[in-house]
C-alpha cells in the first residue's frame, strides 16, 4: 500500500505570495492533519480533516486554511506569506476517527520564503 | 492547551548502552502519548505509543512508561545500535485525540561505535 504523498517537495516563494501544498493520505485513510516542522518551534499542529469537515485548528494565523476532498486527499493554503512561514509542512494520515489510530506521516514539503 | 517538555535535548551513548528520554504533559485529558523517529531528512516513524490506560508497553528493545499521576512518561532503548541514532520526539494526544498531537522539542540521540 503505498505510503502518504505530498507535493511539491520543495517550494520557494516570496513574501506576499500564497501557496498551496497537497496531501494523499494512504488508501483508505479518511482523517488528515497538518503540521508545520521548524528549528525554533519544532512539530506544531496546524489543523485536522476528516469527511471534508475541519474537525479542530491550531492556534496560528487565519492565514493559514485547508481544506479535504472527497477522495479525502487535503490540500493547505497560506496567503500572505511571511519569512516565519519558512517551514516543512508535514500532513499525517490515520485510517479514522477514533481515539488511539496510529498518524502516517508524509515526506513533508520544504517552504522557503524569501 | 496542551504543553510537552522533553529532556535531555541532545543524549549521546556508547552502542550498547541503554538510552532514556523523559516527556511531562500538562493536560490531564490527554490519553495517548505516541513516540516518532526522525531521521535526517527524513519524516517521521512512528516507533511506539501507550494508551492512558496502560502504564508500560515494551517492543523488542523499545519500551514506554507512563505514569498518569506524574503526568510524564519516557522512552527506553536498550542495547543501542548505531542506527538509532536519529531525533527522537515524544507527543501527547489534544483533547483526547490521536489525530492532533502536541509534540515534544525532540532528544537528538547519537550512538557512539
Known amino acids: 500500500k503505498a505510503g502518504v504523498t505530498q507535493t511539491p517537495r520543495y517550494l520557494i516563494k516570496t513574501r506576499g505570495q500564497q501557496v498551496t501544498l497537497s496531501c494523499s493520505p494512504i488508501?483508505?485513510?479518511?482523517?488528515v492533519s497538518w503540521y508545520q516542522q521548524t528549528p525554533g518551534q519544532g512539530l506544531q499542529f496546524l489543523f485536522e480533516?476528516?469527511?471534508?469537515?475541519?474537525?479542530n485548528k491550531g492556534n496560528f494565523p487565519g492565514r493559514f486554511s485547508g481544506r479535504q476532498f472527497s477522495n479525502s486527499r487535503s490540500e493547505m493554503n497560506v496567503s500572505t506569506l511571511e519569512l516565519g512561514d519558512s517551514a516543512l509542512y508535514l500532513c499525517?494520515?490515520?485510517?479514522?476517527?477514533?481515539?488511539?489510530?496510529?498518524?502516517?506521516f508524509g515526506p513533508g514539503t520544504r517552504l522557503t520564503v524569501l | 492547551g496542551e504543553n510537552v517538555e522533553q529532556h535531555p535535548s541532545t543524549l549521546s551513548v556508547q552502542e550498547g548502552d541503554s538510552a532514556v528520554i523523559k516527556c511531562t504533559y500538562s493536560?490531564?485529558?490527554?490519553?495517548?502519548f505516541p513516540w516518532y523517529k526522525q531521521e535526517l531528512g527524513k519524516r517521521p516513524q512512528l516507533i511506539i505509543d501507550?494508551?492512558?490506560?496502560?502504564g508500560e508497553k515494551k517492543d523488542q528493545r523499545i519500551a514506554v512508561t507512563l505514569n498518569k499521576t506524574a503526568k510524564h512518561f519516557s522512552l527506553h532503548i536498550t542495547e543501542t545500535q548505531p542506527e538509532d541514532s536519529a531525533v527522537y520526539f515524544c507527543?501527547?494526544?489534544?483533547?483526547?485525540?490521536?489525530?492532533?498531537?502536541?509534540f515534544g522539542s525532540g532528544t537528538q540521540l547519537t550512538v557512539l561505535p
Open positions: 499525517a494520515s490515520s485510517i479514522e476517527a477514533g481515539a488511539y489510530n496510529e498518524q502516517f
Open positions: 488508501s483508505g485513510h479518511r482523517s
Open positions: 480533516y476528516f469527511s471534508e469537515t475541519q474537525r
Open positions: 493536560d490531564s485529558a490527554s490519553n495517548y
Open positions: 501507550i494508551r492512558s490506560n496502560v
Open positions: 507527543a501527547a494526544s489534544i483533547r483526547g485525540s490521536a489525530r492532533q498531537l502536541t
